[in-house]
């Protein structure tokens, strides 16, 4: 098309499109009768629908946090073209790479350090509900009321975040979990919300008791429920300490306990009733509480049916849940506060909790929350789209707190799958985009960027023959000597000999020590770091032991711990330059799983992981150099572009079979998710030519593919 | 604390509305644009060399020593370039420098926990909750201009502080192992220089065309940033960053240690035109047997700090170069039963040197033990004053947060004006 008419042809097309977008996916769904609703009076161009293989691919990048593989391609192509994106749906709810994904979210909201007091526990176990489908109020009264040890009971990782302070636990609860800002009105009345002093200290009594406990001697660390409360009132200061008094814990919101069950509530109920009828009818003769029955039930209760409103067959997907049912019989002294605090939290009336976690979720894969700052719910701060929050919120407590419900729900509607109004002037284009009527840019997540590189560049696994990439390389490590100067045992050098590779440190990490990037083999690698092995920090917090330590150690104890120590400042190292041969054929891990928060100067943080150690952190997607010299000089990208003899592309670049078109193409399909157009198949060509072998020429091909806008940013 | 909410209800509301639409995700920053304008008075140093001494470093042991008294540990002070001033004896080097170096022993701090001294140390604001306040690293960052093609903002061995609000264009670039070659600032390995360019026309090609269908101003910034980094890749001023061609008398004289290697590189990123470098060391949480410790600090730091100042002053660059050492708080004038010493925030000292300031100046004292100030008071906001002070950066101007909040770029700190001449 012309230059000069382009953007009018655009224009033009655009409208078109929207007169004609709405038969081009399935039928409104209710999400969206609602939404266009609240739109109606809005001047707005809704943006047409994107085609089928974009999104595969967005979908693929929100649901299991990569873009698709070759074979996920052709198996998509090969559904009927009328059901292939529901088909889509459900597949990848069920995914692996569903659990590892959203656990991402999660860690984000939950703000967990895999290097903190049972952190990586936390994690762990974060993954192992989302894996489950456990009901997010019951993950969420879990990680409030958790009383132990540190990495033993993984959901303590919660309140040992905060350093177990009532003052930091009032704020967090607040905000993580209902999405309201309390925490100024820990010095003052808030200021321009309705939050007093005195409610925010009546949150944080819930708290008063709960103290992080350190043992001296095995550094194991707990959160414990003293007697004492430490939150008095009037705060300290404004009275003398004597008429300082225990702060009575009050939860700042009424939920109306008193007034008519409201109608998701009634539903959940009923659902509940049902998972437990059922469970009851195939354990019977033993006696669950409704607790236990919850904490176990996976509830993958379908709502809604996308196209039509429906009654939802409660008994049987019951039934079906209770299948899977293994109730965990293991119940941990609980904080009673706590307790009450969370069934407050949690309640299906309270729907602040509901709206802050389906507002999360909503801009997760809307590019934009429905309340923005995605944890600024305030009166002063409406919801750009009331009901519509207000229906999500509903759905997600009738579904019984079902993260796959939510995110089924708001995938599969017309609002998810439209496309960018890239051409329109941007004051329009930002209002449509405001009202959902079209996609926001997005960047891919750090995590899935990462991810998709690796996918794309056959990194999960060995992709070079063995021996093709020998090499010699040197490097200095520190090594501890002993009184003769003498390498002791065990120290990096023999380790290093013995392992090959950095990268097999790996383990479990119940304690939650965490690898620096910038450690071991080359101070400057900020692409690797180690993987969380979730199952064996879960299988580690199992193993039997007494439940409380020894908190008083004897003298000849302390005196040996302190002697050990001084031994371990006083051990001296030398350097030593270390030759040897590797194979340089490598494979990287799941930025998924990594230890995270990675260190700062890590590939995941420069490209906005958050550091989670403050309330508010959200992650940061606006580009800056140090991610452009990450992509374009950076090993993963690099190794990514390079061609292996195991790959599928290999035999079409050398040897008889070589067909560049098809070469061309596959790369193409690989990394863009797309055929190239007869230009970029020209191109490609061109570039391929200028190198000194086809090999070459499609790793520079490759290279260029992955440093394009297109490759980073969601279709 | 208040004052920041209560500017927060005041601009809030009304500025809601306007604002968020055009920018924030976008990384463009418009807030500090709308920024009240800076002052015009002219700056006494162009760059800022800031040794961040984690842990927590002693006082008394280092510049503030306290000979006859209980608490004065194993160290006898020197005698130093300037009549009447005396450090400890770890640092007899750095002494012979003392006429271009001021002291401030009176820094009256209050947190006396790691993370919450770090935060205002660092930022000379208390920790708040949902707020990320900027370094001075990063302020410098965004209120100078870049002078050559090598970063404002460079830390070394470890991380910078962090941008907050100011986003991720005044994040600090990482120099991980000071004199090492960083893999990132080249293409990769087997990647040949013509190889590499041939790769780059042909991003831009499929860039362009993609932005030809997409025109829209979000991938305009991704460019800017691809821009920015292969000029920092071609630039000659890298070889700031390589310490090939420094002399082994040098290296003897700075040290052969990370840090004596981090102060090198510090110099020749100064003079390459750097605004701001942070040098990075640890160790300083000296519980246990503080005074091995603190000999080995002495031992590492002396030599690297005395050559840099004498370097810099050599070349006349230490005129335009403030040198500024801190640390999350002191330690306890009480030596612990394990030999050791305990976090102190009460009285602690702030060493700088360069950049306009009155060298051989000492501002306020610690009292007879070094527990608290005994005149002058220094609040910890105005040390982050005096440095944006001398930068001829107003720390009183406002930024706007993300979420239109005003606040201003140092906590109400006042300069420390006795420090310049």
New interface residues.
């Given amino acids: 098309m012309a230059q000069v008419h ?2 009018l042809f655009r224009i033009a097309f655009v409208c078109l499109a929207c007169l004609s977008a709405a038969p081009q996916a399935s039928a409104a769904t209710p999400l969206d009768v609602i939404l266009n609703e609240e739109n109606a009076s809005k001047k707005i161009i809704t943006a047409p629908t994107i085609d089928d293989l974009s999104f595969l691919r967005r979908l693929s990048v929100d649901m299991i946090g990569r873009i698709p593989t070759l074979d996920e391609i052709k198996e998509y192509e090969a559904w009927p073209a009328a059901e292939r994106r529901g088909m889509l749906v459900d597949k990848l709810l069920k995914a692996d790479g569903f659990a590892d994904r959203w656990t991402v979210f999660m860690a984000d909201l939950l703000r967990i350090r895999t290097n903190s007091d049972g952190g990586a526990a936390e994690m762990a176990f974060v993954h192992k509900s989302v894996k489950e489908g456990m009901p997010y109020d019951v993950l969420c009264q879990q990680l409030i009321t958790a009383v132990g040890k540190a990495g033993k009971i993984p959901e303590v990782g919660f309140v040992l975040n905060d350093n177990a302070d009532p003052m930091a636990l009032a ?1 967090t609860a607040a ?1 993580v979990f209902m999405g309201v ?1 309390i ?2 009105a ?3 009345d ?3 919300d309705v939050w007093t002093r005195e409610q925010f200290y009546g949150m944080a009594a819930y708290f008063g008791k709960t103290q992080r406990r350190e043992i001296d001697f095995t550094k194991s660390v707990y959160a414990i429920e003293t007697d004492g409360t430490r939150v008095k009132w009037p705060p300290e200061g404004l009275a003398p300490e004597a008429e300082r008094k225990a702060m009575i814990p009050a939860f700042p919101f009424d939920l109306k306990l008193d007034a008519a069950a409201p109608q998701q509530e009634v539903r959940l109920v009923a659902l509940r009733k049902a998972q437990a009828d059922e469970l009851a009818r195939i354990e019977s003769g033993k006696s669950a509480s409704l607790d236990e029955l919850l904490t176990a039930a996976s509830t993958k209760v379908q709502s809604n049916n996308f196209g039509k409103t429906e009654q939802f067959d409660v008994a049987g997907e019951a039934k079906k849940a209770a299948r899977d049912l293994k109730v965990d019989k293991d119940l941990y002294n609980q904080s009673q506060l706590r307790s009450e605090l969370a069934r407050y939290i949690t309640h299906p009336r309270n729907r602040y909790f509901s709206r802050a976690f389906v507002n999360r979720v909503w801009a997760d894969l809307m590019g934009r929350g429905i309340v ?2 995605i944890d ?1 719910f305030s009166d ?2 409406p919801p750009s789209h009331d009901k519509t929050l207000n229906y999500l919120a509903d759905e997600f407590v009738a579904g019984g707190y079902d993260l796959r419900n939510i995110i089924k729900l708001v995938v599969m509607s017309d609002a998810y799958q439209r496309g ?1 109004l ?2 329109v002037e ?2 329009q284009r ?2 449509s985009e ?1 009202a959902f009527a079209a996609n926001p ?1 997005r960047r891919m997540l750090a995590e899935t960027m990462f991810d998709s590189v690796v996918a794309a560049g056959h990194l999960f696994a060995q992709k070079h023959a063995a021996g093709d990439n020998l090499k010699t390389i040197k490097e200095i490590v520190q090594v501890p000597v002993d009184l003769e100067g003498k390498p002791a045992a065990g120290s990096i050098l023999t380790q290093l000999q013995g392992q090959g590779t950095g990268a097999a440190m790996g383990a479990a990490m119940g304690g939650g020590a965490m690898a620096a990037a ?1 450690g071991g083999g080359g ?2 690698d ?1 692409e690797s770091a180690i993987e969380v092995d979730f199952n064996a920090v879960l299988a580690m917090a199992k193993k039997d032991e007494p439940k409380v330590e020894q908190m008083m150690v004897s003298e000849e104890d302390q005196s040996a711990r ?1 002697l050990a ?2 031994q371990g ?1 006083r051990k001296k190292y030398i350097d030593q330059v270390v030759e040897r041969q590797i194979d340089d054929n490598p494979v990287f891990a799941s930025a998924m799983r990594m230890a995270s928060p990675a ?3 890590h590939f995941l943080r420069v490209f906005g992981q958050p ?1 989670r150690d ?4 959200h992650r ?11 992509m ?4 993963m ?2 190794e990514a572009s390079r061609v292996g003899k195991l790959e599928p592309i290999y035999p079409l670049l050398v040897g008889k079979k070589a067909d560049l078109d098809a070469a061309v193409k596959l790369a193409y399909r690989e990394i863009l998710t797309r055929e190239p157009s007869g ?2 198949l020209a ?1 490609a060509k061109s ?1 391929i030519a ?2 000194a072998t086809p090999v ?1 020429g499609m790793a ?2 490759r ?3 992955f ?4 490759f ?2 969601v279709p | 604390m208040s004052h920041g909410c209560r500017g927060y209800q005041m601009n809030r509301r009304s500025m809601l509305g306007t604002s968020l639409a055009a920018g924030s995700f976008l990384g463009l920053n418009l807030q500090s644009l709308v920024a009240r304008a800076g002052t015009d008075r002219k700056a006494t140093a162009e760059h800022v060399i800031l040794f961040w001494n984690s842990g927590g470093m002693s006082h008394i042991d280092t510049f503030d020593p306290k000979p006859g008294r209980p608490t004065q540990g194993d160290f006898n002070p020197i005698d130093t370039s300037v009549s009447g001033v005396q450090i400890s004896e770890l640092f007899p080097k750095v002494a012979k420098q003392m006429h271009h170096v001021a002291l401030m022993r009176s820094i009256a701090g209050v947190n006396g926990d790691h993370g919450r001294g770090t935060y205002q140390l660092q930022t000379s604001y208390n920790t708040f909750p949902n707020l990320r306040h900027p370094g001075l690293g990063n302020i410098a960052a965004n209120e100078l201009e870049q002078i050559g093609d090598l970063p404002s903002f460079v830390s070394i061995s470890g991380q910078g502080t962090r941008a907050g609000y100011l986003g991720q264009k005044n994040e600090a670039f990482y120099v991980g192992v000071p004199g090492e070659k960083d893999p990132y600032l080249a293409f990769p390995e087997g990647i040949a220089q013509l190889r590499g360019n041939k790769r780059l026309e042909a991003l831009q090609k499929m860039n362009s065309r993609f932005v030809s269908d997409a025109p829209s101003v979000e991938f305009t910034a991704t460019e800017t940033a691809t821009k920015d980094a292969v000029q920092l890749m071609r630039s000659p001023a890298l070889k700031a960053f390589e310490l090939d061609n420094e002399t082994e008398v040098n290296r003897d004289r700075y040290g052969r240690t990370a840090f004596g290697r981090g102060c090198m590189v510090a110099r020749r990123l100064v003079e390459e035109g750097v605004r701001f470098v942070q040098v990075n060391r640890g160790g300083f949480d000296t519980h246990y047997n503080a005074f091995p410790a603190m000999q080995a600090h002495g031992e590492t730091m002396d030599p690297a700090m005395a050559s840099l100042i004498e370097d810099l002053a050599d070349s006349g660059k230490l005129d335009s170069t403030l040198i500024i050492m801190l640390s999350e708080f002191g330690r306890t004038p009480k030596i612990n039963k394990d030999a050791g010493r305990d976090h102190h925030a009460g009285v602690f000292t702030v060493f700088m040197a360069g950049g306009g300031i009155k060298g051989g100046t000492v501002v306020g004292s610690s009292d007879e033990d070094g527990y608290k100030p005994k005149d002058r008071p220094v609040q910890v906001a105005d040390i982050h004053a005096s440095v944006c002070y001398a930068l001829g950066i107003d720390p009183n101007k406002e930024v706007l947060t993300p979420l239109q909040r005003p606040l201003k770029l140092v906590d109400n700190g006042k300069p420390v004006m006795e420090l310049f001449s």
């Fill in positions: 382009g953007w704020g905000q800002r925490a100024c820990q010095c003052h808030h200021p321009f923005e700052p600024d002063n701060n960018h890239y051409e941007l004051q930002k209002a405001e840019v910038t101070s400057y900020l302190m120590e001084e400042r260190p700062p100067a550091a403050q309330l508010g952190d940061d997607h606006s580009p800056s150099m140090r991610q452009a010299l990450m374009l000089n950076g090993k990208t690099h230009d970029e191109d570039v200028e190198a070459d520079d091909l290279w260029v593919l440093n394009s806008h297109e980073r940013f």
